[in-house]
């Protein structure tokens, strides 16, 4: 669930942002990684994250498990600039794969407020060749969405952008704190 109104919505994802027509050149782009921009933690809620990854863990022994850091999209924002192009800002703070694992992608991600969300950051190319065709993906069949067609992409790494590990385990003062 992206923080702001969609335009298109499927079960697996959702555009939250479309540029075209023209796209936006990375001149145009503003990134600001906050730590406000984190997810907000509350116990019952970490709770509950600790036991879909363990559930998850549990049920599928695979090797590639891990916990990396992920970039978590607070907010996003698109305008005109004086000279008539698009200009676009991205808000992120960082946020954990099993936090993503147990908000977003737990079957009751619905009834979690948006500010525990994990929201990370998703990122994917449509590629069309000379001879007008796309290219898609599949799924291995035992990945999460097995054997399913899909754009090629991922996750926005915080760790491969060597972005401060401090920001994402603040401890939880009293009842909440951020991630």
């Known amino acids: 669930r992206p923080p702001s109104d969609t335009q298109s919505t499927s079960p697996h994802f959702e555009i939250i942002m ?3 027509p023209g796209g936006v050149p990375p001149s145009k782009v503003q990134v600001v990684l906050h730590h406000k921009h984190c997810r907000t933690r509350r116990p019952d809620i970490e709770q509950g994250i600790k036991d879909e990854w363990e559930r998850l863990t549990g049920v599928e022994k695979r090797m590639w498990w891990y916990d990396g850091t992920l970039l978590r999209l607070a907010s996003c ?6 000279d008539g192009s698009q200009e676009v800002k991205l808000e992120c703070g960082v946020t954990r794969y099993r936090s993503f694992l147990g908000t977003n992608m737990a079957p009751w991600s619905n009834k979690i407020p948006q500010e525990h969300l994990s929201n990370a950051l998703g990122c994917s190319v449509l590629v069309h060749t ?12 035992d990945e999460a969405a097995p054997s399913v ?4 992409g991922g996750h926005a790494s915080a760790d491969r952008a060597n972005i401060f590990e401090s920001m994402v385990e603040v401890p939880i003062p009293r009842e909440e704190g951020r991630e």
């Open 149 to 152: 067609y899909s754009l090629p």
């Open 77 to 82: 924002q698109r305008w005109m600039d004086t």
């Open 18 to 20: 479309d540029c075209l």
């Open 130 to 141: 000379s001879d007008a065709r796309l290219m898609l993906i599949r799924r291995a069949a």
